[in-house]
């Protein structure tokens, strides 16, 4: 029986945003389908707060105080798609300190998956700059805290949130400590994550990104994570392994336009699931998008419930990995 951890906190619902497709509807909608299903048999627990070291290994000095000095001003617009409140700074804290409290926890051997349910998500901000719905990198701060005080020797960060995630593949774009692995629809925002793009110095081979067209479905999706993901992880062997969960690349999400459905997030999920259980590492999840609030829900509730049982995941068709197949190969 595998056992999990879910963290949440209140504050997720105090980084106000208005009417924006990032708010706080989507945790209500989360916690709303989880609760019907009694949890999956899980507790939440509430977030602690990251420290400032936990941030700034992954965040300047500057960074840091500009978002705790703008949100002590009120908050407001930061860009044309970035939103921060009076109590954003702290909701951010929360986001980046589920990450490294389940990092350290899961690397400790308390359970053997987590699920952090909190916003604002995180993906997107860059070591100095908030932007796409993002604060602070909460992936980020959860790899650099495992690897700093967890005992994490390597860790693999898989996204598949249908917008590449710029942010954390910037932050350890010259590192061998984590692999960062992106599915994510081009053209599409914020523009980055071309398969040219493989990392610099020491990290250079350790970004591998795979960029799938608008209606990409089911298939293509899971036959990346399996056909591509998996082999490459292998080598690799990482001592935690991460998922940037969003789930905007579902066919009902408005942002976006690829095709998945809350089967093909389970298969994924089961998929990342096995290869966690046949090298003996745990599995870190944390919520990015999502924008249609039953999509979301059903798809949160579909990747706990892969987590937590032994169903295996459906085989994607190889040939479905399209030219990113010769990756896992070369790679």
């Known amino acids: 029986m595998r056992k999990g951890i879910y963290l949440h906190h209140p504050l997720s619902l105090e980084h106000e945003t208005g009417s924006h497709p990032e708010n706080k509807r989507r945790i209500e909608a989360i916690e709303a389908r989880l609760g019907s299903l009694g949890w999956l048999g899980l507790t939440p627990e509430e977030a602690p707060a990251a420290s400032r070291e936990q941030i700034e290994r992954v965040h300047t000095a500057e960074h840091y105080d500009a978002i705790k000095t703008f949100c002590e001003r009120g908050g407001g617009m930061i860009d044309l798609d970035t939103i921060a409140s009076e109590r954003s700074f702290e909701a951010a804290l929360r986001a980046a300190g589920a990450a490294a409290s389940a990092a350290e926890r899961l690397l400790a051997g308390d359970a053997d998956y987590a699920f952090c349910g909190l916003r604002p998500p995180g993906h997107h901000a860059e070591e100095a700059t908030a932007m796409g719905f993002c604060l602070f990198n909460s992936v980020a701060v959860g790899a650099a805290h495992g690897i700093a005080a967890g ?8 996204d598949w949130d249908v917008h590449h995630g710029n942010g954390t593949q910037a932050i350890f774009y010259d590192s061998d400590e984590v692999l960062y692995a992106s599915v994510h629809q081009s053209p599409c925002y914020p523009g980055t994550g071309a398969t040219g793009e493989r990392g610099t110095g020491a990290g250079e081979g350790f970004t591998l990104n795979m960029p799938v067209p608008a209606g990409a479905g089911p298939d293509e999706f899971l ?15 990482p001592t935690l392994i991460m998922l940037s969960a969003g789930y905007d690349a579902h066919r009902d999400d408005p942002l976006a336009q690829c095709r998945l459905d809350e089967g093909a997030y389970a298969d994924m999920t089961a998929s990342m699931r096995d290869l966690a259980s046949e090298l003996e590492v745990p599995v870190l999840v944390l919520l990015e998008g999502g924008y249609d609030l039953g999509a979301l829900s059903a798809s949160v509730a579909a990747t706990l419930e892969a987590l937590g049982d032994d169903r295996p995941p459906r085989e994607a068709p190889r040939e479905a990995a399209g030219p990113h197949l010769a990756r896992a190969a070369a790679s």
């Open 223 to 237: 036959a990346l994570v399996q056909h591509v993901v998996v082999p490459v992880a292998r080598r690799y062997e």
């Open 151 to 158: 005992g994490a020797d390597r860790v693999l960060v898989l």
